[in-house]
């Protein structure tokens, strides 16, 4: 065969494709309980990629992320997950997670008879880091003799959930709105904390779903995306954001189908 500088050009970019995609989530439907929640979503996440998913409530940005991850109950009725080149989609959650996956909660579970000090101890056993430190970063030490979540307020939760993520070290972390109820204080701890938490992971990539803008003063997206009715409807860059606080979701995508 004569190799052609066309060639050449087509073998480079597909060994690119490889190496950069860290996630493909390629036609992803999902039901709950039989009823169909997601339809037909792609999103590709790249290394060095900070993916915002956007959208009215109950569009189903928790589903995605649950689906992701594979959480029992959440049925995937058509597409698939690949995860650093394999394909996940019919992986348990467990198996997930042990390839670096890992999902911080919208609404953490509480835990009965667990103390907060147990469980970030367990985890870093596993993975090599420090419970202590991890507490002081989030400014949680005095919860860590708690039951998990129990009388938690709505900051310490997302605070404590954080640290769990932290605690797991992921490969590819996916955060379930993190900026959620909670102070600016607050949530300058928490995105600082993320942001470190990406810098130490290989591939520097994570999908975050938001409602808010205050996160982004502190984290930037790459791409950011529209869930709308269970379908992203497009993703776009950072300015999207803005613009989603000017015009609200459904004019931004009655515009946005005009000029496609
Ligand atoms: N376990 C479940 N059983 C039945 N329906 C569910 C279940 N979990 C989610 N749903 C439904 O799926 C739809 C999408 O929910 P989801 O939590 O994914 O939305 P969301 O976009 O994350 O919303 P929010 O911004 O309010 O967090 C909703 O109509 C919700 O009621
Ligand atoms: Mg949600």
Redesign the pocket.
Known sequence: MVISPKHIFYEVSAVKLVVEIVLKVRDLSVA??G?V?IRNNNVFVERNSVVFLL?P???????FLKAIIGYP?VEVISGNIVFEGEDITGKPMEYRVSKGLTLAH?TPPKLTGVRMRQLLEALCKKTGCDPIEIASVLEIKHLLDREFGKGFSGGELKRAEIAMLLAQKPKLPLID?PDSGVDVDSIEIIASAIKKLISETPYKSTII?T?SAQISKYIKPTLTCIMVSGEIKFCGGPELLSEVFIHGFRELVRENKREG
């Open positions: 709950i309980s009823r929640i959208g409530n109950g569009s189903g940005k928790s589903t109950g919208q709105e779903v409602h």
